[in-house]
């Protein structure tokens, strides 16, 4: 089976920086995904991990320690826009095929 | 073109209507897939198309059936669905689903579906 555990909400204000954790237990790990969803609005890709380490990618990093079965997700200089559900997803290596799983997300609230 | 299509946006639909949701990618991707997903609750995976051919069915019931009638295209056919199956059905592709190979999937805007 497999377990992916984030945070539910989260608040945060402006300007500021925020982590979101997840943790995970899988059998077949093939690599983490981190996705910004707005309400209504289809999952949007912002990064890949399958080495342990840290990805940097613009406002947006992301963490991976496959031995901890453990990820974050840095957002910096936070804006109003970024208001949204960020979901980590494992994809995990079953029967034969990869499989793209989800956590239950992360809702975050940025605050002028 | 870097997107998946999906029609219609919406739809309603009665519990003894057929009806067809379609996704549509022009960017080569040889694996697709169906996700559902309810309100403030994570896509659950549905159906995997590798190829063309129907690679993953997550014990969906028979009242959803998958079509994938060339590369670019992916269907799901709806008949005597229930209230309960209302949500947002989400397509997304990916480039390949080789197990060495792993892409980031690109995922349609959805389809938001009512059941009466």
């Known amino acids: 089976g497999q377990n992916i555990d984030q945070p539910t909400e989260m608040t945060a204000t402006e300007g500021a920086i925020v982590q979101i954790n997840c943790t995970y237990q899988t059998s077949g790990f093939n690599g983490l995904f981190w996705y910004q969803q707005h309400a209504g609005e289809a999952p949007t890709f912002l990064s890949y991990?399958?080495?342990?380490g840290l990805e940097e990618k613009g406002r947006f990093s992301s963490f991976l320690s496959r031995s901890k079965g453990y990820s974050y997700l840095l957002l910096k200089e936070l804006q109003m826009k970024d208001s949204a559900s960020y979901l980590c997803?494992?994809?995990?290596?079953?029967?034969?095929?990869?499989?793209?799983?989800f956590g239950a997300g992360t809702r975050l609230a940025v605050h002028p | 073109d870097t997107e998946v299509t999906q029609t219609p946006k919406h739809l309603v639909m009665g519990m003894t209507n057929k009806k067809s949701l379609k996704c549509e990618q022009h960017m080569g991707h040889r694996a697709m897939y169906w996700y559902k997903q309810k309100a403030k609750k994570p896509p659950e995976l549905m159906f995997v198309?590798?190829?063309?051919?129907?690679?993953i069915n997550e014990s969906v019931p028979s009242r959803f059936s998958p079509e994938c009638p060339n590369s670019s295209l992916l269907n799901l056919h709806l008949h005597a669905l229930q209230p309960e199956d209302s949500a947002l059905y989400l397509c997304a592709s990916s480039q390949d689903f080789d197990r060495n190979r792993n892409y980031g999937y690109t995922f349609g805007s959805g389809t938001r579906l009512t059941v009466v």
């Open positions: 997803a494992v994809l995990m290596f079953s029967g034969g095929y990869n499989k793209l799983i």
């Open positions: 991990n399958v080495l342990d």
């Open positions: 198309y590798s190829y063309e051919k129907l690679s």
